[in-house]
């Protein structure tokens, strides 16, 4: 609970220092007394929005403290909140919240002295305070607001939560098979076209660094009598195959005999006699190659014609497909896993309906239970709420939570009955009231006056206060409207 409460330097309060006592605390003054104030010092010290206006008047920051003392069952409920954030060494029954507003902007918030962020402060802080503002009375004339309140009443919420896990689940796959039946035409078309990219791209047999080798050969052939050409003059210049060129072979040769000369009378020149030698062995290699080439190369107007075509062929591709052959074959292998995807549809389709059987099925159970356990609550909320409305003068009245439920051919299956649902399942609740004896029970908001409304409020927070583990509750003009 909260026990003690700091503020500085907030609005028109200087400083201001509140203890709080196990039980009913009651903050009363005339208007503008700055009863609000303080309120707006807590909900702002609980993560509310920064407003630099708060600040008083000559003054550099504003600053808010709340202690709280910890039952045995806060510990457990927050302790996985401060030991994530080192925050539980030095406080085990009380945790310390504050924050601070400066001019600039710049507000800093902490848990038991250590500064973290807005999130992590208003974590902490929503198990241990509740606060109803002025006006709340008037949600309670929507209806829906009404089934939210009966399931804190029954201590729904851990079963509404799971409800609403497998209700989400639930609609993912129904959504998932209203867009296969919806669009399984137009799949039917998809898939034709893919197979349409996949048959010819498979039909051109493309691997990957063939446009370049075929770039490559288109060159040799457009080329090939200036290839045969320069060829043959360069084995001829080496070789001497044309008797009217003296070939770089018998020349080299002749050097190399004259060098054989002169070592015999110089050994200092062996050195360049090997190196002459290597140059001859190397010449040799270079015409046998040169021969073996120009005996590789023709003039094949035929296989030029192929390459041309098998190079346009690529174009086509490349201008529908991709950039490259690469991309092409990648986008080959990606329409093939969704044709796999389209052509398995029907069998998805059979896999999910089974599955969204069993979920309509097992919510449907889920939601029954949900519901017999708000019908339970609505009956002691019921005599707590009238309870309360006799000792607030109002004798004779009564109060009534009413059930509906709504046929659906494609609902939850609840009792024979196919039935209209959503993530609370498939009840919808409203609150009706009687307020004078013999009067039939209507909705609030088609009978209940402003401070009839108003009580009808303080009876319902009152009820639901005795099962609320919230252990600090805080009502802003509690008899707003009440009256007497």
Do not use: W
């Amino acid at each position: 609970m909260l026990t003690e409460l700091y503020i500085r330097n907030f609005a028109i309060i200087d400083e201001l220092r509140l203890k709080f006592h196990n039980g009913f605390n009651v903050l009363t003054g005339e208007t503008g007394a700055g009863k609000s104030i303080i309120l707006d010092a807590v909900t702002l010290m609980l993560g509310g929005r920064a407003d630099t206006t708060l600040v008083r008047s000559g003054a550099g920051e504003a600053y808010v403290e709340a202690t709280f003392t910890l039952s045995d069952a806060l510990k457990k409920l927050i302790a996985p909140i401060l030991e994530a954030e080192g925050l539980d060494e030095e406080h085990e029954d009380d945790v310390l919240l504050s924050r601070e507003l400066r001019l600039n902007g710049r507000n800093i918030c902490r848990v038991n002295g250590r500064t973290v962020n807005l999130s992590v402060l208003r974590d902490v802080a929503e198990p241990l305070i509740d606060i109803h503002g002025q006006g709340e009375h008037l949600s309670l004339l929507q209806p829906r607001s009404h089934l939210p309140l009966l399931d804190s009443y029954a201590g729904a919420q851990a079963e509404r939560a799971a409800l609403g896990k497998e209700i989400t689940a639930l609609q993912e796959i129904q959504h998932e098979l209203a867009d296969l039946r919806q669009n399984e035409r137009l799949l039917a078309q998809r898939a034709d076209m893919l197979r349409f990219q996949v048959e010819e791209i498979e039909a051109a047999r493309l691997d990957d660094g063939e446009e370049e080798e075929l770039r490559a050969e288109r060159t040799r052939l457009a080329n090939s009598e200036q290839l045969m050409k320069s060829a043959s003059e360069a084995v001829n210049l080496l070789t001497g195959m044309d008797d009217e060129t003296q070939a770089v072979a018998d020349m080299l040769g002749q050097a190399e005999r004259s060098l054989i000369q002169l070592t015999r009378y110089d050994e200092t020149q062996g050195p360049l006699l090997e190196r002459l030698q290597g140059l001859i062995y190397q010449l040799s290699e270079v015409s046998s190659e040169l021969q073996s080439y120009l005996d590789e190369v023709e003039y094949n107007p035929k296989r030029l014609d192929f390459v041309e075509e098998r190079l346009e062929l690529i174009n086509q591709l490349k201008r529908k497909y991709g950039e490259d052959i690469s991309t092409i074959l990648a986008l080959r292998d990606r329409a093939k896993a969704e044709l796999t995807r389209i052509d398995n549809s029907e069998e998805r389709i059979a896999e999910l309906t089974k599955t969204e059987e069993q979920y309509l099925r097992r919510c449907g159970e889920m939601a029954l239970a949900l519901s017999k356990k708000r019908q339970a609550a609505a009956q002691k909320l019921a005599t707590a709420v009238v309870t309360q409305l006799t000792d607030l003068q109002m004798d004779g009245a009564k109060f009534e939570v009413q059930f509906e439920r709504t046929p659906q051919s494609d609902g939850l299956y609840v009792e024979g009955e196919r039935l209209a649902f959503d993530k609370t399942g498939f009840d919808t609740a409203e609150f009706l009231i009687s307020t004078n004896p013999g009067e039939p029970l209507k909705p609030m908001v088609k009978v209940a006056s402003g401070g009839e409304t108003a009580r009808l409020m303080l009876a319902l927070k009152t009820a639901l206060a005795q099962v609320d583990k919230t252990p600090t509750l805080i009502f802003d003009e509690i008899d707003q409207g009440i009256g007497g």
